[in-house]
């Protein structure tokens, strides 16, 4: 079994900061990717941004030069910096890693979600 655990959202005022976390746990080989999507009440999951085990990163453009994205591999974890918040940035925020389990079966697997609130 896999876990991702996040932590990190909550409420704050447009223009401040949050960093959210999200640990990985239970019978994993290997990480391939992380990432971060997002969704807003009646919209779509959309993606916010990813990071290889290699440390490549890709981003939404609605987030480019205000968000980081970051891994450490050790620890199985994926961090997501968001700075400069804008009230359109309000949504439940998920991580997602791409992994090999210890049975080298390659799954997809999502966290539970943590809101994000950006007020105006």
């Known amino acids: 079994q896999v876990q991702l655990v996040e932590s990190g959202g909550g409420l704050v005022q447009a223009g401040g900061s949050l960093r959210l976390s999200c640990a990985a746990s239970?019978?994993?080989?290997?990480?391939?990717?992380m990432g971060w999507y997002r969704q807003a009440p009646g919209k779509q999951r959309e993606l916010v941004a990813t990071?290889?085990?290699?440390?490549?990163?890709n981003y939404a453009d609605s987030v480019k030069g205000r968000f980081t994205i970051s891994r450490d591999n050790a620890k199985n974890t994926v961090y997501l910096q968001m700075n400069s918040l804008k009230p359109e940035d309000t949504a439940v925020y998920y991580c997602?890693?791409?992994?090999?389990?210890?049975?080298?079966?390659?799954?997809?697997?999502w966290g539970q979600g943590t809101q994000v609130t950006v007020s105006s």
């Open positions: 990071v290889t085990s290699g440390r490549r990163t």
């Open positions: 997602n890693a791409d992994l090999t389990d210890r049975s080298y079966h390659t799954y997809d697997y």
């Open positions: 239970g019978s994993i080989f290997s990480i391939n990717r």
